[in-house]
């Protein structure tokens, strides 16, 4: 490894090749403005990442033709460049990510990774992002880290060996900070519903949001609660703090809140360094749907746009305009379905755009992808209940769906299940 400039870390990047950038909060943000600078001399360079927190420099419209993002899950910073034809959407389950690189169906050639500084033993580790990571590096041919002062030290399969990086620049930036969005009384009343459904020793999966804040707050009374997900933010350490997350009783893992990223305030990634009780793991591990089932009280809480009476969920888009992706919320709604007492839970509001619009419809719109099948689908709620539809017959379901819509929309949808012949 050698310690260099970021302008001199960046010149080895060169026309057509193709950059793996550090996701999550660690995006390595004096890197990839350094790479940034060099845009008059570079074109078509693809950026590949997943979810990145930060402003995205590369994905602004005058770099169109010098810097094109392949995006393996959109986030805000880059939904407008792929809706508008400037950066491509690969969709793709986040536990498929790693053998993409290894199998060179996505051949890589340089990844820009932000970790800590090297310990004693000559090992860095990747702090708030493991995802795709480990794979990503072992198949570059180049390696450029930035060694941030500001990084946390997690625990875990996260570490990399400075002998396997060859660039490195001395940072001191922060993680981005999420900050905890606010809590409304629909997510509260959602989150009542859905942890009536938890009982005491179930290991959680939840994601970024309202929602899964609200689920936390209601969750605070259980016991022995345990953390099996893909990512993870401040309301795990509400958890842990309240006692009621242990992780006494995994199957596997026990005792530890196994995650392969996380994303939240400076107390979260204080929270994080050094801490024994979170262990970071690879996506593949973390999403394998063979480990999800190992916890016997697997309980998957996810979220949609919309369902239609069928039970088909949309998640990734809104009609043909992407909105996220495929992400992991299939890798953990069939393995927590397997789980011998698994919950798999698709909680989402019942309505959008201030009360105007049903989350819960007919039909999905044209275009819409369906990331969750109806076969997938078990147990539904809303802030006007449950619905079970696992075994249900399409009628069964249709009705189920339409007594957690919203009242105002009820009628229009019986009507509509009605023309369809499905009641």
């Given at each position: 490894m050698r310690i260099v400039e970021p302008t001199e870390a960046v010149s080895c990047i060169t026309s057509g090749e193709t950059v793996y950038l550090h996701g999550g909060a660690a995006m390595p943000t004096i890197l990839l403005d350094a790479l940034v600078k060099r845009a008059p001399e570079l074109h078509d360079v693809r950026l590949v990442h997943l979810h990145a927190e930060g402003p995205g420099p590369?994905?602004?419209p005058e770099m169109a033709g010098h810097f094109?993002?392949?995006a393996l899950f959109i986030g805000p910073n880059a939904r407008q460049a792929v809706n508008e034809g400037r950066a491509d959407y690969i969709p793709i389950f986040?536990?498929?990510?790693?053998?993409?690189?290894?199998?060179?169906?996505?051949p890589l050639d340089v990844v820009m990774m932000n970790a800590t500084l090297p310990d004693a033993?000559?090992?860095v580790s990747l702090g708030t992002s493991v995802d795709a990571m480990p794979a990503a590096i072992g198949s570059a041919r180049t390696v450029i880290a930035q060694l941030n002062r500001a990084m946390p030290r997690s625990l875990g399969d996260g570490f990399v060996h400075v002998d396997d990086i060859d660039l490195a620049v001395e940072v001191d930036v922060?993680?981005?900070p999420v900050p905890t969005p606010p809590i409304g009384d629909v997510e509260r009343r959602i989150g009542g519903h859905v942890a009536e459904l938890v009982p005491d020793r179930a290991v959680l999966q939840m994601g970024i949001g309202a929602i899964p804040g609200a689920v936390a707050l209601e969750l605070r009374g259980k016991h022995d609660l345990g953390i099996h997900t893909e990512m993870f933010t401040d309301v795990v350490v509400d958890l842990v703090e309240a006692g009621a997350v242990t992780g006494a009783y995994k199957e596997i893992n026990r005792g530890k809140i196994v995650s392969t990223f996380l994303m939240g305030t400076p107390r979260l990634y204080d929270f994080v360094n050094d801490n024994p009780m979170v262990e970071m793991r690879p996506v593949d591990y973390t999403n394998d749907t063979a480990v999800i089932r190992r916890l016997r009280r697997m309980t998957a809480i996810n979220s949609a746009i919309e369902i239609d009476l069928s039970g088909q969920v949309s998640a990734d888009s809104i009609g043909h305009r992407f909105y996220s992706g495929i992400g992991g919320q299939l890798d953990f709604m069939r393995?927590?379905?397997?789980?011998?007492?698994?919950?798999?839970?698709?909680?989402?509001?019942?309505?959008?755009q201030a009360g105007t619009v049903s989350r819960v419809v007919p039909e999905l719109k044209p275009g819409a992808g369906v990331v969750t099948t109806?076969?997938?689908?078990h147990t539904v709620v809303t802030e006007y209940g449950v619905a079970e539809l696992h075994g249900r017959s399409i009628a069964d379901r249709a009705r189920a769906l339409i007594g957690i819509a919203h009242p105002d929309f009820r009628a229009d949808l019986l009507r509509a299940a009605r023309e369809a012949h499905w009641l």
């Open positions: 590369h994905l602004a094109r993002h392949v986040l536990s498929d990510i790693p053998n993409l690189f290894r199998s060179r169906t996505l033993h000559g090992f922060p993680p981005f393995g927590a379905a397997l789980a011998p007492d698994g919950r798999a839970i698709i909680a989402l509001p019942a309505t959008a109806r076969g997938h689908v």
